[in-house]
């Protein structure tokens, strides 16, 4: 009777310790935070670019890219049966959690979308309906049973629009608006890939890749994410769980902020101390939930200065961006997620 006594006090023990150790959003984040460090800018023309390592917190969980599932073709994407602006189903056949990344572009089928929040898709996941937002406004006829990636992301000022308003509406206009403001040729379909594929705007941004290559190998495998400026303005913080998720999605990342930099002559630079008080913000940021299609918990950051998203599985951070706010606080907006474009 002892015996089972103090076997049911030890169960009972190692049940409140789990329960204390539960981690809760905000605690991630905050250890996060603590650990993360900021490294030498690295400097291009108008665009710095500051790498981040984390001393502690890194998750060695495998975890493949959008782009390797394709290639490898472990995942599927392709047109709801009633043909859905912003919902694509998606299959993961393989054993491997997929990641992918807000803003990543799918090409082909009825229109080229981008997806609209980061997810983690787990090892056979069955189908999925998928968010997304189009990127290609006047195309609705199909080119192909299946979509195929387009090997880029949007930019991160658009990223951020899109997070933000969660409207189709504002993602079209974005696209024209980066059009006009890198100097892109017109496009038949409206298409953002038609900006990218731009021969002008091509190569101008090709010496920003080629200039940043090595960044994810500045702080060897504590490296794993970064904070990008233009001038003194920053545009983006990118934090991952991982060096290998980083590095693999780096070329991708890149060629997105050097789509923000292109043609902008703005004054001044950033200190480190600056990039440490922007993060430093994090600590004090308010989160609430967030739609994600894969697995996981994603949560809204509300900051004075800043906003953005994260994406936590298994008590890591798989992904986190941050963006500053411009202008007045941003009202919140019923999403639009749900849109339908006429058809013609």
């Not at 859905?84 to 993961?92: A, K, Y």
């Not at 992918?100 to 082909?108: D, N, P, S």
């Not at 990218?196 to 702080?219: C, Q, S, T, W």
Request: proline fraction near 4%.
């Amino acid at each position: 009777m002892k015996r089972f006594a103090l076997t049911l006090i030890l169960i009972l023990g190692m049940l409140n310790l789990g329960a204390f150790k539960k981690k809760e959003p905000e605690d991630i984040l905050s250890f996060t935070v603590s650990c993360i460090s900021v490294n030498n800018p690295i400097r291009y023309k108008n665009l710095t670019i500051f790498p981040l390592s984390l001393s502690r917190g890194r998750d060695k969980k495998s975890i493949i890219t959008f782009d390797r599932a394709f290639e490898k073709n472990y995942i599927e994407i392709m047109e709801k049966e009633s043909g859905d602006v912003n919902t694509v189903i998606l299959v993961n056949k393989s054993k491997y959690y997929v990641f992918i990344l807000a803003g990543e572009v799918i090409t082909g089928c009825k229109q080229d979308r981008m997806v609209s929040e980061d997810c983690l898709i787990p090892p056979h996941s069955g189908k999925i309906h998928l968010k997304v937002y189009c990127t290609e406004h006047g195309r609705w006829i199909s080119k192909s049973q299946r979509f195929a990636t387009g090997g880029i992301a949007i930019n991160p000022k658009m990223r951020g629009v899109a997070k933000a308003s969660k409207s189709q509406g504002e993602v079209w206009a974005k696209v024209e608006e980066k059009r006009s403001e890198v100097g892109a040729g017109a496009s038949p379909t409206s298409a953002y890939m038609d900006i990218v594929e731009d021969k002008k705007v091509a190569r101008e941004v090709k010496p920003y890749v080629d200039k940043f290559a090595n960044i994810p190998d500045v702080g060897g495998w504590k490296t794993v994410g970064v904070l990008a400026a233009v001038g003194d303005e920053i545009i983006v913080v990118d934090l991952f769980t991982n060096h290998k998720l980083f590095k693999n999605l780096w070329k991708k990342l890149i060629k997105s902020y050097a789509l923000d930099a292109i043609n902008r002559c703005p004054d001044g630079k950033l200190s480190k101390s600056d990039v440490r008080d922007f993060i430093k913000e994090l600590k004090d940021a308010g989160l609430s939930k967030r739609d994600t299609d894969g697995t996981g918990d994603a949560y809204t950051i509300d900051g004075d200065c800043s906003f953005g998203t994260t994406l936590i599985f298994d008590g890591k951070i798989v992904h986190l961006d941050l963006f500053p706010r411009e202008g007045p606080r941003p009202i919140k907006r019923v999403p639009m997620l749900d849109f339908r474009r006429e058809q013609y």
